[in-house]
Structure formats: C-alpha cells, structure tokens
C-alpha cells in the first residue's frame, strides 16, 4: 500500500509502504518529473517498506507529492510547467496487484509486465494548457485515471487521523488487517446478508400486499352492503323518480291546465267558446250533405271525421290525466328522499346510475 501524509508547516513530509496479506493499492516503485514547477529533471525510487524525504521548507518535498497526484488525474495549471519552458512530463511506475490487473484487463489496456506506468504531459500553447494522460502508453480520460488513483495511492493530510476514531474506519483496518482469509469471509457475509435484506424486502412487500389485499376485501366488502341496501332496480330508476316528482311538484297546475285543454278539445261548460269537438262535428255534418250532393268531398269529409275522432279521444285522455292526479306529499317526500340516496350512489360509483347498476350485478355474482 503506498500512503503520502503532507504537513505543510514542518519541514518534511512521509511517503510510506506496508506489505499486508491482502490485495491492495499499488506499490510506487519510481518516479520520473521533467520541467515540473522548480523542478527540471528527477528520477525516484522507491524500495519496500517506509519511505522518508526530508528537507527544509522549500526544498521540494511538496512538488513530489503533486506530481504523484497529477500523474494519477489529479488538476493541473498551467503553473505547474516550469517557467522558460512550454512541456512537462510526469510518470509514475506502480507495481500491479490483482486488483489493478483486473481493472486494466475489464478495459481492454495492455498488460506488458507486473507494473503499471502512468504518465501525464502538459503543454502551454498561447496561454492555454493542454493536458495528455497515459496508462501503459495508451490514451486515458481522467475519468479513468482517478478510477485508478483509487486502487493505486491514498494522500491524507494534517488533521485527517481524526479517521482513526470513526468506527467504520476502525473495522476497514481491523478486517484489512485480518488477512485476505477474513476479507473473503466478509465478502460472503456480505453477500449473505444483501440476500437476507432482500428476501426480508420481499416479506416485508407481501405484508404490505396481505395487508392492502385485506382493505380492499374490507372495503368492496362495505360498498357491496351498501349497494345491497340502497336496493338499485333499474337503470332508469332515477330518470323515472325525477319525471315523477316533477309531476308530483306540479300537481295542482296540471289539474287545472288538464281541465282547460279539455274544455277546449271536448266540452266547454263554460259558456263561452265552442268546443274543437263541437266545431268539427258541425263541419262533418255539412260536409255529409254536401258529398251526398259532390261525391268528390268524401275525401275531404274523411280527414275531418278522422280529425274528430282523434279530437274526442285526446279530450277524453286528459280528462282521464286530469282526474288521476293526486297530492301526495308524503310520496314525494319518499321520492326525494330516494334520489338523494340515488345521487350519492352515482357519486361513489357512478358517474351514472347505469355504472352502479352494473358494480352492483357484479359484487352480487
């Protein structure tokens, strides 16, 4: 594992590696700067074990530590290009573990030796920086660089020891330190236990489901009581039971416009005008005489004795309507009452009478 811990304000800064039982980040084996901010040329190597550069505040320690996070994506400046110059390169050798290696082979890169070479150039054109990352000399975005920073090095600074007392961050070393025996251990325990979270989701939906599943019984079960006691007959009944209370409401206004339609049509007791009756049963009788004379007016004598015979029988239908109405006020009260009742239904299970009718014929099947 290669760590950096950088102090700015004393005058050294620690590179260190630790050989463990486990697959972790890359091993730094060299690095080689050319034209990298103070520096013109330098060539590093790094043997296992503790690393240690040390040197006064402005001796470069810091550049070092920059330059290995520029070579793994890290941002660049155009800074950063030593000053007389227009190009700087960094690379960094790492030697590859398996982690490393199946990250290179998933992406297709090149696997030449057990190391890993990352390269980074920066060119200053009109003022304008442009920048190049390599891994193992073939183009990479930054993207990936920084997917591979994260399997490769790990830079922590003055202040982040405080990790020590996280207790998540306490057992990620607890574990690392227990050996790759104990990392496969916890890798299958964690599979165990994202199947259990994921068959206890299932329960916990199937409850769910049990438990709507039941409230919906509940409730069709109180609608079809509902339906059952509202006693729905046919479709049209709230047409009809509106037809009648409008009847009912006008009860008295009909009887009397009923009696002058009859008096008009049939008998008029009243001693004013003539009944259509009447008028039509005069002009039948001049007109018999008168086809007895022209035969050619039976036609004509047919209408009018068809006319008052139609006259007569719509005379004698509305006194016949006239004569049936009634005042009833407790039937209407009953009729309103009903289309109330009615109304709700085809707000609930409507929008019609026809729709609840149906609901209704289905719970009952």
């Known amino acids: 594992m290669f760590s950096a811990s950088h102090t ?33 040329e330098l060539e590093l190597e790094f043997g296992a074990g503790l690393n240690v550069l040390t040197g006064e505040t402005g001796a470069g320690k810091s550049i070092i530590l920059d330059a290995i996070d520029l ?11 030593r000053t007389g110059t227009t190009k700087a390169t960094i690379e960094g050798t790492f030697k590859m573990t398996d982690r490393v290696r199946q990250w290179l082979t998933d992406r297709e890169f090149d696997l030449p030796d057990d190391t890993v070479i990352c390269s980074r150039e920066l060119s200053a054109q009109g003022g304008n920086l442009r920048s190049r990352l390599r ?47 104990l990392i496969q251990q916890r ?10 979270q994921q068959v206890h989701r299932q329960w916990l939906d199937r409850q769910q489901n049990e438990q709507q599943r039941l409230q ?6 109180y609608q079809a009581e509902e339906l059952d006691r509202v006693c729905l007959t046919t479709p ?12 009912l409401s006008h009860v008295v206004d009909l009887q009397q416009q009923s009696y002058a339609v009859y008096q008009l049509l ?6 004013g005008a003539i009944a259509v009756a009447d008028l039509l049963g005069k002009a039948e009788a001049t007109l ?16 009018v004795s068809l006319a008052l015979t139609q006259v007569t029988e719509a005379g004698r239908d509305i006194n016949y309507y006239g004569d049936s109405l009634e005042a009833d006020p407790d039937r209407l009260l009953e009729i309103e009452e009903r289309i109330r009742t009615l109304k709700l239904i085809c707000r609930k299970y409507g929008p019609s009478l026809t729709e609840a009718n149906m609901l209704w014929l289905f719970k009952q099947n």
Do not use: W
């Not at 004393?10 to 080689?32: A, G, H, I, K, V």
């Not at 086809?291 to 050619?296: F, H, L, Q, V």
């Open 135 to 181: 891994v193992n000399g073939a183009i990479c975005n930054r993207q990936l660089i920084q997917e591979l920073r994260e399997l490769s090095i790990e830079i922590t600074a003055q202040g982040q020891t405080v990790l020590l007392t996280d207790p998540t961050h306490q057992r990620e070393l607890l574990d690392l330190y227990g050996g790759k025996k």
């Open 288 to 303: 018999i005489g008168m086809a007895g004379i022209d035969s050619s007016l039976q036609p004509t004598l047919d209408l």
């Open 71 to 81: 070579v793994l994506g890290g941002k660049a400046t155009v800074r950063m290009i």
């Open 216 to 221: 919906r019984l509940d409730l069709l079960q």
């Open 187 to 196: 890798e299958a325990i964690a599979i165990a236990y994202s199947k259990y």
């Open 236 to 247: 049209d009944e709230l047409i009809d039971l509106e037809t009648e209370r409008q009847r």
């Open 266 to 271: 049939y008998q008029n007791d009243t001693g």
């Open 8 to 40: 700015p304000h004393t005058p050294y800064f620690l590179l260190s590696y630790s050989l463990l039982p486990y697959p972790l980040p890359s091993m730094l084996l060299s690095l080689r700067i050319h034209n990298f901010t103070l520096i013109d």
